[in-house]
């Protein structure tokens, strides 16, 4: 069965620091893994795609890398600021019988301090 | 504006009473699904659609229906709530099927039941 495991669950940094989340998975045959912000009570933003054949993907301040093989993803903030604080949510697709599967890591909760 | 929406965005209902929360996309995503977001339990799928009339059970389906009548609305039925399926309720749609596309999620439909 596969688990998605996010470390650490909370993280407190301050403002302008570089900071890496960390996303694991426990079986590598995987389509895609997508990173999502979340704002408290509000829904899920898409932040990155990577599909299974890519190894990063960029946006702005933001990038995404992915090593099927160990099976560990990492989300990389440059140059923190007060407004990336917020729960950041990764999240694998895979084939399970049959079925198309999307799960989800529970989460870890950013603070960035001014 | 291509956009996932639900509706309501806030329900309060009492034990038994049947209720509809509705999902529309306006992108032509094939693929649909719902969600439950719980403390400590993360994300989880409800039911998922593949295509039109073409559902099947998530993680967690136990109290929940769905249909897919068109291809645009997949609502989710609790045709007697109970107070466990007090929760934060999130519908997504993706291209193709969950294993390749990028995940558009909806605002959220937040749910007590008394």
């Known amino acids: 069965k596969q688990e998605v495991t996010q470390i650490p669950a909370a993280l407190s940094v301050p403002e302008g620091e570089n900071l890496v989340l960390n996303c694991s998975f426990t079986d590598s045959a995987i389509y895609n893994l997508q990173w999502f912000r979340q704002d408290p009570g509000k829904g899920l933003t898409s932040l990155l795609l990577i599909q299974s054949s890519q190894r990063e993907q960029t946006s702005g301040r933001l990038n995404a890398s992915l090593d099927k093989s160990s099976g560990r993803s990492t989300l990389y903030i440059a140059a923190s600021q007060p407004g990336d604080s917020a729960t950041y949510l990764c999240a694998v697709g895979f084939t399970q019988g049959g079925s198309e599967k999307l799960v989800f890591g529970k989460g870890t909760k950013l603070t960035v301090n001014p | 504006e291509a956009q996932v929406t639900q509706n309501p965005r806030y329900l309060i209902t009492v034990t038994g009473k049947k209720l509809t929360v509705t999902c529309s996309q306006n992108?032509?995503?094939?693929?649909m699904s719902w969600y439950r977001q719980d403390p400590g339990l993360g994300l989880r799928q409800i039911y998922y659609s593949m295509n039109v009339e073409v559902t099947d059970k998530g993680d967690v389906p136990e109290g929940y229906k769905v249909s897919r009548k068109e291809k645009r609305n997949f609502p989710l039925i609790l045709e007697s709530p109970s107070p466990n399926q007090t929760s934060l309720y999130f519908c997504?749609?993706?291209?193709?099927?969950?294993?390749?596309?990028?995940?558009?999620f909806g605002p959220g439909t937040r749910l007590t039941v008394l």
């Open positions: 997504a749609s993706s291209w193709g099927l969950a294993g390749v596309g990028e995940q558009f």
């Open positions: 992108m032509n995503h094939e693929y």
